[in-house]
């Protein structure tokens, strides 16, 4: 069975621009997190969807949104993008959701310039 | 807010060594999950922790809750060069379904 896939792999931006990453969970899971990892530094969460309804979200600002599809595909937006959005954006499917264990895609990196 | 904290923050080792790093939190966790990741790829889930008083392994690794159950260990036995790479603990916030990450283990073995 595949993984979690997420797309694209890599990115590059300028500030002020948009952005939407993709991510499809693994099968028969309806749980997605996403995460904002940045260099040296442990994933931070962003936001939680299951059923297409978010259920928990971070401390980021409303530049960042996000949202999950009827076949339980997600997408996160982030707008205005900042030099500090810099990082590698990775999505986690689980069953549905805390306390179940979460699997981690290979994560998109996000680079603005 | 609650925090996850690793230690140690990395350590070298031989290879063929034990390793043992542990995470603490300022509240109890009910679940603990532990990641291995390596560069530029997403963290893999190594060992979820559900009962208190229990060991939990895989192959070589094993893990447990610490007494308090604001804390956790995990354990490596007879390391590999593959074990090389960042190991994270990872927990539900009490109350939401928001999962928090430690701060990290840095591991390298020495050949």
């Known amino acids: 069975d595949a993984g979690v896939t997420q797309s694209p792999t890599h990115l590059i931006k300028t500030r002020g621009q948009q952005v939407t990453l993709r991510c499809s969970p693994i099968?028969?899971?309806?749980?997605v997190s996403w995460y904002q990892q940045v260099l040296g530094q442990g994933p931070q969460f962003i936001f939680q969807?299951?059923?297409?309804?978010?259920?928990g979200r971070g401390n980021f600002p409303d530049r960042f949104s996000a949202r999950q599809f009827p076949n339980y595909s997600s997408e996160l937006n982030v707008n205005a993008l900042l030099l500090g959005d810099s990082a590698l954006y990775l999505c986690?499917?689980?069953?549905?959701?805390?306390?179940?264990?979460?699997?981690f895609g290979p994560g998109t990196r996000l680079t603005v310039t | 807010g609650q925090q996850l904290n690793q230690s140690p923050q990395s350590m070298f080792i031989q290879e063929g060594e034990d390793v043992s790093m542990n995470c603490t939190s300022s509240?109890?966790?009910?679940?603990w999950l532990w990641y291995k990741q390596d560069p530029g790829e997403g963290p893999v889930l190594l060992i979820a922790l559900y009962k208190a008083g229990e060991l939990t392994s895989n192959g070589r690794l094993t893990a447990q809750f610490g007494t308090t159950r604001k804390d956790s260990f995990l354990n490596i036995s007879a390391s590999i060069p593959s074990d090389v790479g960042i190991y994270f603990c990872?927990?539900?916030?009490?109350?939401?379904?928001?999962?928090?990450f430690g701060t990290g283990t840095r591991l390298k073995v020495l050949a």
């Open positions: 099968s028969g899971h309806k749980s």
């Open positions: 969807y299951y059923e297409k309804e978010e259920r």
């Open positions: 986690a499917s689980s069953l549905s959701g805390s306390p179940y264990e979460q699997y």
């Open positions: 509240s109890i966790f009910n679940t």
């Open positions: 990872a927990g539900p916030s009490s109350g939401t379904y928001k999962y928090i």
